[in-house]
């Protein structure tokens, strides 16, 4: 027989021979001593652009290390952050007391690092001509628990809308914004009505959004701001007039301003303490807090003020542990600022 | 003629009639072979309209990024590679082994016919089902993570029973004269295989195998299930590595709204089916080639 | 030990090891029944399997769980029956007029065509549904929503037509001549006898290849992922997002589940349900084709 055939039988036998050559080592064990390990982030779909961006640039200023970030949605990168398989999380609101006795049981410590603020926006399709503002009473009607089954149609919520079907749009289970827009709108966590298209990323929304007159759907302000030529905001009118009077839309200016409430908020990234000792996880921080600042106006967020990034970056160099919110309600009117300062 | 014969021909109706129909039927036969050909054409002019004009060395050698403009499919296309080099490597061992104890070996028994009955069952098991399989078993239970081994180890169990049944084709097209002037010149059972049957064969084993590993290469949903990423702004260094593939990516840049991640997707879908083209390409060449010297 | 006695020890050696890798198929199947039986098994110790067949809500994600599987069955369902009417009849139709009328210049550069539209993955397949075949059909169906169940379920029956013609066409073709050449004999059209002779004959592999037809739709998992939408509603209506069995398990698979969760089994029991289904539909298939197989000697 010939020498192909030959050659490729006797390739039947190497193969398998040298892929099991090539397992040294377990999981845990991977590349070279000297060379950076992987930093892993998980967590939030909202702030994921900005880690990712981050992510990008650091990348491509050090050569050799490698980023990776999923999108589980903050409970979900919580979960495993404090399982102590990721170094870093990134979540669109504060870590809840059950996350924290989580980390604890498991020993991982972790530093919360506040790093822009969002105004998470409520959008329609453009060719939605009368939905420009609702109010928070009425997002409430529309989204709360017993809305399921009933308010399907749009003139429920507002009586000279028109008589169309709904079609709703929103963040899944495992997701800071939906943990923060139910507390904010129904007043209650995770209290949501369960018959909409949920998905932790918030790409499906859009797309979700952008293709259906009837749709009306929330996520971050950036994911507005990447394709507002799809997308309608709608703004929203939370009854205090002593933050701003009528409807106001999310903007930078509103978000900086506070008078976009109460959907506004700042989203973090959590870092684990033990990877912290790893060279390439502090400089990753670093780079974050500094030369991120730019790149969070550019992926579509509000950057903090100069004071915020200065006790940010102090608290981070201090290893300050714990979180800032424990005990404390998040929408209570104290700012960031002085929460840093306590 | 027009009256009645034999009762399956229509009886009452006239000779133009029924020629009309049948002249109706055939349009319809041609009219629905063309939509599978005009959907097949439309879906290519779809995807190199969208997509050729974004695929440049720069495309396939750069990083996934956030712009569209800067991504690429570099790490997919390592990944799909690597993925696939170690799908083999796991797949046409036990595969070809089965095949041979299957056709040369096996008895008549109850166990063979349960193997084979078996096998048959396994090909028409939806991929995502595999993909149950390898989170449960690989991902958890072996603690594997979610790591190129077991990427490749379920989708290796993804092929292996096509694998199994194009090999068994191939070793029953071998005719019994070889065999048995293997056996007159005093060689065991096993030599006569291993040097005088499975060269034999080869070539439709290695055509078997090049069709399940163009369908492994196209796998989705399995590996999705497993848990690869779609954010991996890097190589594969190692079977233990986090890695994506390129249907992986495709998928990733499908899910963003912006035209221009569509663009990419389009052209990842071009890489994709290069990629494919080659493969088969391959194939069919070191078949005829093998095919003229063995004869 | 001499050279003759080695090498009867390595033959047997070699002859058992083959054995063990035919007897390894066995253990894939062993392995899929029991990952999935276990994982089920969990989940329903906690939902009652009536709950979980019979309900009509399916939120097993959010605070207020329901885990009634129906809005995903008949999504599926919804899906894979406007596939199955496009790739049957139009497959169907293909078979027979390869088979019957196509002279044999056209079938050999036809057949290998559609092989390709097989050959494609499904993930291309998502995307021309959600990209092309969507915006498209917007125009032409009033209040169509991005993600539907038509757009899929039509890219979906076109991508399994091929299997439809081509195990049709295989059927045909095995009809012995005779058989053909009897009915032109006494005077049948060539559609006539396609379809009062010829058909009726192959009739075993025909309705193998439509219930295998059915199982691939069911089975299919991009398409619907990527163009379908993310809603488990109980709907007949093609126009609006809906969400199969195969898409959930992939959207729970996107986030973080953790092992051991109620949620973690959700996927392993709607992925057992969706086992069974396609493992009945193919057991059903095998059975049409011995079952009314003409034996012709």
């Known amino acids: 027989m010939n020498s192909i055939a030959c050659t490729l039988r006797t390739g039947l036998v190497v193969l398998p021979l040298l892929a099991g050559a090539a397992c040294g080592g377990g999981p845990s064990e991977s590349g070279a001593p000297a060379a950076p390990r992987v930093i892993t982030a998980d967590g939030s779909s909202t702030v994921a652009p900005v880690t990712e961006a981050v992510a990008e640039e650091f990348q491509r200023a050090n050569p050799g290390t490698r980023v990776t970030v999923g999108t589980s949605g903050t409970g979900g990168g919580f979960q495993k952050f404090c399982r102590d398989e990721t170094d870093i999380s990134d979540a669109s609101r504060p870590i809840t007391p059950g996350e924290v006795a989580a980390c604890a049981k498991t020993g991982v410590a972790y530093i919360e690092i506040p790093v822009a603020y969002d105004g998470l926006a409520v959008v329609v399709n453009p060719k939605n001509t009368w939905a420009a503002s609702m109010t928070v009473a009425e997002l409430k009607a529309l989204w709360e628990p017993a809305a399921q089954g009933k308010i399907t149609r749009w003139n429920q919520i507002r009586a000279n809308w028109p008589d169309r079907e709904i079609h709703l749009f929103g963040a899944g289970v495992d997701s800071g914004t939906f943990d923060y827009f139910t507390e904010a709108i129904v007043g209650k966590t995770k209290a949501s009505r369960g018959d909409y298209t949920s998905s932790e990323d918030d790409n499906v929304i859009v797309q979700g959004v952008g293709g259906d007159e009837n749709a009306l759907g929330y996520f971050g302000f950036a994911y507005y701001e990447q394709n507002h030529d799809k997308l309608k905001l709608v703004a929203i009118d939370d009854g205090d007039d002593k933050n701003g009077a009528g409807p106001i839309a999310p903007s930078p200016e509103s978000v900086k301003n506070g008078t976009y409430r109460p959907l506004s908020r700042p989203i973090f990234i959590y870092a684990k303490v033990k990877a912290l000792e790893r060279p390439e996880v502090k400089s990753f921080i670093d780079f974050y807090l500094n030369q991120g600042i730019p790149l969070i106006r550019e992926v579509g967020y509000i950057p903090l003020t100069d004071r915020e990034y200065t006790m940010v970056r102090g608290r981070f160099s201090a290893r300050t542990t714990g979180s800032m919110f424990e005990g404390v309600d998040s929408h209570s009117q104290l700012t960031l600022e002085q929460r840093l300062t306590r | 003629m027009t009256t009645a014969v034999a009762g399956t021909v229509g009886t009452t109706v006239t000779t133009r009639s029924r020629t009309a129909r049948d002249w109706l039927f055939t349009s319809f036969g041609l009219l629905s072979t063309l939509l599978g050909l005009v959907a097949l054409g439309t879906l290519l002019y779809d995807v190199v309209s969208d997509g050729a004009g974004r695929l440049s060395w720069q495309f396939m050698t750069s990083y996934t990024s956030r712009r569209a403009a800067d991504a690429g499919i570099y790490a997919a296309l390592v990944g799909s590679l690597f993925v696939i080099t170690l799908t083999a490597a796991i797949a046409v061992p036990l595969g070809v082994a089965a095949a041979v104890h299957l056709e040369e070996y096996g008895g008549r028994g109850r166990l063979s016919r349960l193997i084979e009955i078996n096998i048959a069952n396994l090909a028409g098991v939806p991929s995502i089902i595999y993909g149950l399989l390898g989170l449960g078993l690989f991902v958890r239970g072996m603690g594997m993570g979610q790591s190129v081994l077991a990427g490749a180890s379920t989708l290796a169990l993804l092929v292996l029973p096509v694998v199994i049944l194009s090999t068994r084709e191939a070793l029953r097209a071998v005719p019994s004269s070889l065999r048995e002037g293997s056996y007159a010149l005093g060689a065991t059972k096993w030599q006569t295989i291993w040097n005088q049957v499975l060269p034999a064969a080869f070539p439709g084993i290695l055509t078997g195998l090049i069709l399940s590993l163009s369908r492994a290469i196209g796998e989705t949903a399995p590996l999705v299930t497993i848990g690869a990423l779609t954010y991996v702004p890097f190589a594969p260094d190692g079977i233990w590595s986090p890695f994506t593939v390129l249907p992986i990516q495709v998928f990733a840049w499908v899910s963003r709204p912006q035209a221009s991640f569509a663009e990419n997707a389009a052209a990842g879908i071009l890489v994709l089916l290069g990629l494919l083209l080659i493969l088969n390409a391959t194939a069919i060449t070191l078949r005829d080639r093998l095919q003229r010297h063995t004869r | ?297």
């Open chain 3, 1 to 297: 030990m001499t050279r003759r006695r080695l090498r009867l020890v390595v033959e047997f050696v070699i002859e058992r090891a083959l054995f063990l890798s035919a007897a390894g198929s066995i253990l894939i199947t062993a392995g899929i029944i029991f990952v999935l039986l276990f994982e089920t098994a969990a989940f329903l110790r906690e939902v009652p399997l009536a709950d979980f067949l019979f309900g009509t809500v399916w939120t097993p994600l959010f605070f207020d769980k329901h885990f009634g599987v129906l809005p995903l069955v008949t999504g599926t369902l919804l899906a894979s029956g406007i596939a199955m009417l496009v790739a049957l009849p139009a497959g169907l139709m293909t078979a027979i007029y390869l088979s019957e009328y196509a002279p044999s210049v056209v079938r050999r550069t036809v057949k290998p065509i559609l092989e390709l539209l097989a050959g494609v993955p499904t993930v291309v397949y998502g995307y021309f549904a959600l990209l092309f075949v969507t915006p498209k059909l917007q125009a032409l169906v009033p209040g169509l929503s991005g993600f539907n169940a038509l757009s899929p379920g039509i890219v979906m029956g076109i991508m399994i037509l091929p299997l439809v013609s081509s195990l049709s066409e295989d059927a045909l073709r095995s009809v012995p001549n005779g058989l053909r050449e009897g009915a032109y004999a006494l005077g049948a059209t060539r559609m006539e006898a396609a379809l009062r002779v010829v058909f009726p004959a192959a009739f075993s592999g025909i309705s193998a290849a439509c219930v295998l037809a059915v199982s691939r739709a069911i089975g299919e998992t991009m398409i619907v992922a990527i163009a379908a939408g993310q809603q488990p509603r109980l709907t007949l209506d093609p126009r609006v997002p809906v969400e199969t069995m195969t898409a959930y398990i992939v959207q729970v698979s996107l986030g973080d589940t953790p092992g051991g969760t109620i949620e973690y089994r959700t996927i392993f029991a709607v992925g057992m349900l969706l086992f069974v289904s396609t493992f009945v539909l193919n057991l059903f298939s095998n059975w049409l084709r011995e079952r009314f197989r003409e034996e012709y000697s």
